[in-house]
């Protein structure tokens, strides 16, 4: 089945310590996204990336970093920069790109991050 | 600037019965969409239900609608016959202004179905 996974699901984060967060999709999606989730709250973006070798910053990129070398791959490095990494990852990717689109995003199953 | 907002962060409702979660967004832009997502306690963002702002019919999926009011900006999720597996957090978002389909989320609604 086509679907997006994400590895790991759980993580923990050694003080000063990069982290790298796994997101691969085989719904031949062309766009990819990034988001973050705080207890009780929605979620946030972080980073997007339309096509492969390209990626623009979201709302809250700071301390994150991105890379889109293969489609189907759109991992995440949480760097010793982001001071308050705890919280729930999820990656989505949908299909169109372009302007404002009816497709759905669709989400993986998410990575929970946590400070040792 | 845009914004979504859900205004209730709890609800419940009998089993069988039918629920509305309210959802209101502020956008200047004349041609938007609005998604409703259901997140369980697993954690996976679960897509229910699609609502174009020049649709001509309020939308429907199974035992969900839409209650769309374009002038008020509200686009509230009406749930049918609700169900103990309809216990989760749901979410309205729509897409940010510039394109390429980035959403903003509502801060979510936690639906809890007692038997």
């Known amino acids: 089945d086509g679907g997006i996974t994400q590895s790991p699901k759980y993580l923990f984060r050694k003080e000063g310590q990069n982290v790298t967060l796994s997101c691969e999709q085989n719904l031949n999606h062309d766009a990819m996204y990034w988001y973050r989730q705080d207890p009780g709250q929605g979620l946030r973006l972080i980073y997007y990336s339309q096509i492969v070798n390209d990626f623009q910053k979201g709302d809250i990129a700071e301390g994150y970093s991105v890379s889109r070398e293969k489609k189907e791959s759109f991992p995440l490095t949480v760097t010793s920069a982001q001071k308050n990494p705890t919280a729930f990852y999820l990656c989505?990717?949908?299909?169109?790109?372009?302007?404002?689109?009816?497709?759905?995003?669709?989400f993986g199953d998410g990575t929970r991050l946590s400070i040792l | 600037a845009q914004k979504i907002t859900q205004t209730q962060p709890g609800m419940f409702v009998q089993e069988k019965e039918a629920v509305t979660l309210d959802c209101t967004y502020d956008t200047s832009d004349p041609s938007y969409g609005l998604f409703w997502y259901k997140q369980p306690s697993s954690g996976e963002m679960i897509f229910l239900i699609y609502q174009g702002s020049y649709d001509q019919q309020n939308a429907t999926e199974g035992r969900y609608s839409l209650n769309f009011q374009k002038a008020r900006k509200s686009a509230n999720l009406v749930i049918s016959a609700s169900q103990l597996g309809d216990s989760a957090m749901y979410f309205c978002a729509f897409p940010q202004a510039g394109g390429y389909n980035k959403l903003i989320f509502g801060a979510g609604t936690r639906l809890a179905v007692h038997p």
């Open positions: 989505a990717s949908s299909t169109p790109r372009g302007d404002f689109s009816n497709q759905p995003q669709h």
